[in-house]
């Protein structure tokens, strides 16, 4: 009898086991709202592309900026912050790279890219108009892995007593879902979309002050930025 008890018990714990095991992990989006998962990817897009929307001053040559980014509330992917650093390799050409660790949810997320911003014309006569190129990888633990580029054509307008920024920006994000936290089902997504971008410059004592928004019909992100010019 005592023989038989001690087969049993070990046969019932290793069947619980089994059946926890092999239970339905549990879902990161809810499977029947695509749109759920493209807010949050375009939203991720826009954080690790982010750049400064001005130039580096004529008598200075880094330039050190801080983001803080206001997603989408439904896509519980909100305040992002961003640190990014840009340096100058001529008066029309600079390199910014960009980072970001933080958790969100019990998520660890981690953000790093690089970019470059072009600005058309002579060093006498500088052209309004900036070209940017942006490319950035998104991770967040057991959810979303992303990498993004974004093209960016955007021009200055200088009113009296502020500047307006006024911009058109084209979009890629290619990456993984994971379906389930234990990782087991994954499908591979990718999106196109374009924003328009419209920002503007307050100086305050030696920093500058971006206030900018990227906007479609889909997302509608603020960003907060401040830069520090050496």
């Known amino acids: 009898m005592r023989f038989t008890f001690c087969l049993i018990l070990p046969s019932l714990i290793f069947t619980e086991a089994n059946a926890l095991n092999t239970a339905q992990p549990i879902s990161i989006f809810n499977s029947n709202n695509i749109d759920e998962e493209k807010a949050y990817v375009k939203d991720a897009a826009v954080a690790s592309t982010v750049s400064s929307h001005i130039q580096?001053?004529?008598?200075?040559?880094?330039?050190?900026?801080?983001?803080?980014?206001?997603?989408?509330?439904?896509?519980?992917?909100?305040?992002?912050?961003?640190?990014?650093?840009?340096?100058?390799?001529?008066?029309?050409?600079?390199?910014?790279g960009r980072m970001s660790a933080f958790s969100k949810e019990n998520k660890a997320i981690n953000i790093y890219g690089w970019g470059m911003a072009y600005k058309p014309g002579?060093?006498?006569?500088?052209?309004?108009?900036?070209?940017?190129?942006?490319?950035?990888?998104?991770?967040?633990?057991?959810?979303?892995?992303?990498?993004?580029?974004?093209?960016?054509?955007?021009?200055?307008?200088?009113?009296?007593?502020?500047?307006?920024?006024?911009?058109?920006?084209?979009?890629?994000?290619?990456g993984i879902n994971y379906k389930d936290s234990l990782n087991i089902v994954s499908q591979n997504f990718e999106y196109n979309f374009n924003t328009i971008i419209?920002?503007?410059?307050?100086?305050?004592?030696?920093?500058?002050?971006?206030?900018?928004?990227?906007?479609?019909?889909?997302?509608?992100?603020?960003?907060?930025?401040?830069?520090?010019?050496?």
């Open 56 to 96: 580096i001053g004529n008598n200075k040559n880094i330039g050190l900026e801080s983001f803080l980014i206001s997603a989408n509330e439904s896509t519980n992917l909100n305040l992002i912050p961003v640190l990014l650093g840009s340096i100058k390799i001529s008066w029309n050409l600079a390199l910014t």
């Open 122 to 174: 002579k060093e006498d006569k500088i052209s309004p108009w900036v070209l940017r190129a942006n490319s950035g990888i998104y991770r967040s633990f057991n959810m979303i892995r992303s990498s993004s580029f974004s093209l960016s054509l955007s021009r200055n307008i200088s009113l009296k007593n502020f500047d307006i920024l006024l911009g058109f920006s084209s979009n890629n994000v290619k």
């Open 198 to 230: 419209f920002g503007t410059t307050v100086d305050f004592m030696d920093i500058k002050l971006l206030p900018s928004i990227n906007y479609n019909s889909n997302i509608f992100t603020i960003l907060i930025g401040l830069q520090k010019e050496f």
